[in-house]
């Protein structure tokens, strides 16, 4: 059985950056994307970034691309997501998931609706 377990999110003010942390596991990773998805509240759980375990492939949302960074240690079974230029609307709780995504993978590994396991999340808190 997959576990994911995120750690890194606090405070921090307007500008500052947060390296969040996914803890994979339960079985091995071969051929599964790993994601990070937000919530904040009162909203709909949205896609931040993705990669696939083998590093090929990585996907970021538009309000993220460009400060945001997401990356693997195999080795580590670990995802991170290094956030800079922190931003009041990026407060949310963050998420990792991870699954098995077929077909069209730059369309289908923004849908929360096709991840199999998640983590309990961790809040990030951007003060202006």
Sequence with gaps: QVQLVESGG??????GSLRLSCAASGRTF???TMAWFRQ????ERE???AIMWSGRNTYYAD???GRFTI???VAENTVYLRMDSLK???T???????????GAWFTNTKRPDLYGSWGQGTQVTVSS
Excluded: M, W
């Design 10 to 15: 606090g405070l921090v003010q307007a500008g």
């Design 30 to 32: 071969t051929g599964y």
């Design 40 to 43: 904040a509240q009162g909203n």
């Design 47 to 49: 896609f931040v970034a």
């Design 63 to 65: 309000s993220v691309k």
């Design 71 to 73: 990356s693997r240690d």
């Design 88 to 90: 009041p609307e990026d």
């Design 92 to 102: 949310a709780v963050y998420y990792c998931a991870a699954h098995v995504i077929g």
